[in-house]
């Protein structure tokens, strides 16, 4: 069933919309994000989701006038941490206490490790690798979205520095990744539309070792 809603997606190039992704498949799109596996179970990453008309105008020029921006039902936009530090690890730490019962020498000491091995580095690595764990979030919400039937289409074809701008990430300490608007795909205009899945066959992209 998987495979088949995996085949019946594609990145749509032209959306309706007339057409309105129903919340609760948004919650639930959203929610497979949340779950999402990151290292270290960091999750240094967020997502906006943009349902403003007049905000995603100004994202769509940002985007190069990509029409999915603003006739889609949504744009999640997947920021990432701009850096790690003390306090976002820590951050963390409290959130796993408390959710699993209590503090334990063993989980502290796992996080001072990270702390000591993270924080140190600069910036720019830092952020390179809370935006890989964003990118394992953008493609369980492709997933999620093909299992609900809704269109996606990601996207890293825009101005990350306007989208940061117009949706005021610097001053929360996060970078634009890369962008997934949701909705669901036009009858007509989609040069995309009904054109069979390109990929490469199974013996030529999977290497087994025995």
Same mark, same amino acid.
Request: aromatic share 8%; glycine share 8%.
């Given at each position: ?19 309105? /992704? *129903?919340? %609760? ?6 929610? &497979?994000? !949340?779950? +999402?596996?990151?290292?270290? $179970? #960091? ?75 993270? /924080? *140190?580095? %600069? ?6 690798? &809370?935006? !890989?764990? +964003?990118?394992?979030?953008? $493609? #369980? ?70």
């Amino acid at each position: 069933m998987l495979n088949e809603r995996l085949n019946w997606r594609y990145a749509t190039k032209k959306m309706d919309p007339s057409k309105t /992704v *129903p919340q %609760d498949k948004l919650d639930r799109i959203l929610e &497979a994000v !949340r779950l +999402a596996p990151t290292s270290s $179970g #960091l999750q240094p990453f967020e997502v906006i989701v943009v349902k403003n008309a007049a905000i995603r105008e100004k994202l769509k020029e940002a985007g190069f006038g990509q029409t999915q921006i603003t006739d889609s039902t949504a744009v999640l936009v997947f920021a990432a941490w701009d850096n790690y530090t003390d306090a976002r690890i820590d951050g963390v730490l409290a959130l796993t206490e408390k959710v699993r019962g209590g503090a334990s020498e063993t989980l502290t000491g796992y996080y001072d490790r990270l702390k000591a091995s993270y /924080v *140190p580095r %600069d910036a720019d690595t830092n952020f390179e690798h &809370a935006a !890989r764990q +964003a990118y394992i979030g953008l $493609g #369980l919400a492709m997933t999620a979205a093909a299992f609900e039937e809704v269109d996606a289409t990601p996207m890293e074809g825009f101005d990350p520095a306007q989208f940061d701008e117009i949706l005021g990430l610097r001053a929360r300490g996060l970078k634009t990744v890369a962008i997934l608007p949701v909705g669901y795909r036009a009858e007509e205009g989609d040069w995309l539309k009904g054109a069979p899945k390109v990929r490469r066959p199974m013996n030529e992209f999977v290497t087994v070792v025995e």
